[in-house]
Every structure is written in structure tokens, then in C-alpha cells.
């Protein structure tokens, strides 16, 4: 009927990584380390986007994070051009920003959108949770309250529908299609 433990020895949930078990929950983790745990990993021939896909929330993000696309251009792969690698790059840089930066990249188109690394970027983007806010008897995470208050909810999915249309006619773009759909499946929660 129940789990049998020792009582000399303490219960711990934890991660295994290099070194051992680790508690990514823990307080006393640095952000960067809580970041590197919980962001989805790109895989090794994108590795050198890898650093874009942190966020590491409003404390304790750099004022210059913005400025990292630009400072750091030699990290672009060959399969981007200079305009997608600073959509790309720009994307998470600050918590506040993330959905209404991805309203200028669907409506710019300035991300290649079939793309599996701007995929991760995305979807990651879409399901962190970040910092919680209390709104009116509800808990919401904080970077998203353009959601809940205000009109970028009906922006973001204009941008989709009007990107939906442009790409209905164009197969070669299935891979972007898939995206939009995620994106817009995540947005009618709300």
C-alpha cells in the first residue's frame, strides 16, 4: 500500500546530469543554471544557437541581451541570412517582449518558420512560464499579461490568419504551416 524508505536517508527528486543528481527547483540554483536545465537543447549541428534559447527571466537579464545577434554575428549558420539570425537572436531576449517580438517576425517574415531550430525557439518560447503574476483571482505568468490584458492575442492571431493565407497555395512551405497551426492551437486557450 505504500513506499517503503529508509529513515536515515532523505527524499530528494532530482535530475541526473554530469556530477550526479541535481534539484533544478532548488532556490539557491543561479538563474543560468535553472535556464540551462529547463531550455530545450538544439540539436549539435544548430549548437551554436544554443545560447539564443536561454531566458533567463527579468532580474536577471543583461540590458545589452539585445544586442548579442549584432555582437555576435559569426555564430550564424550557413542556412540564415543576416535578417533571420537577429529575428532569431532577438526573439527571447527579454522576457516582456517575446510575443509581441514574434508578431514582428510573422509579420516581417524574418524567421525562416520550416526551419527545426526556429521551431524549438518557438515552441519554447510559447511554454515558458517565467515569473507568475496575480491578475483579478488568477495566476498568470507575468511575461504574458499582453494576453490577458490587452489586444495582442487578436494581433498575433491576425498576423497567423493573414500568414496562413499567404502560405495556403505554397507546399514548400509545409514546414511553416506546422508552425502556425501550433501557434495558433496555443492561442485559443486564450
Known amino acids: ?78 542556412w540564415m541570412d543576416r535578417t533571420e539570425f537577429l529575428a532569431f537572436t ?12 514574434l508578431c514582428v517576425c510573422l509579420h516581417e517574415r524574418s524567421l525562416p518558420l520550416g526551419h527545426p531550430a526556429v521551431h524549438t525557439l518557438v515552441r519554447q518560447m510559447l511554454y515558458h512560464t517565467g515569473e507568475m503574476k496575480e491578475v483579478v483571482g488568477a495566476t498568470i ?8 490584458q490587452g489586444d495582442l492575442g487578436k494581433v498575433l492571431s491576425a498576423e497567423l490568419h493573414r500568414l496562413a493565407l499567404v502560405l495556403k497555395e505554397t507546399p514548400s512551405e509545409h514546414g511553416a504551416v506546422l508552425l502556425l497551426g501550433e501557434v495558433a492551437a496555443y492561442l485559443s486557450d486564450f
Open 141 to 148: 505568468p507575468e511575461w504574458k499579461q499582453d494576453l490577458y
Open 90 to 101: 532577438s526573439l527571447r531576449a527579454f522576457p516582456h517582449l517575446q510575443l509581441r517580438k
Open 1 to 78: 500500500q505504500g513506499v517503503w524508505h529508509p529513515d536515515q536517508l532523505s527524499l530528494l527528486m532530482g535530475w541526473n546530469c554530469s556530477g550526479g543528481y541535481t534539484n533544478p527547483f532548488k532556490r539557491v540554483l543561479t538563474p543560468s543554471i535553472r535556464a540551462m536545465y529547463r531550455t530545450e537543447h538544439l540539436a549539435k549541428e544548430h549548437e551554436s544557437l544554443q545560447p539564443y534559447m536561454y531566458q533567463l527571466g527579468r532580474d536577471a537579464t543583461a540590458m545589452d541581451r539585445g544586442n548579442l545577434g549584432l555582437a555576435q554575428q559569426s555564430a550564424k549558420p550557413l
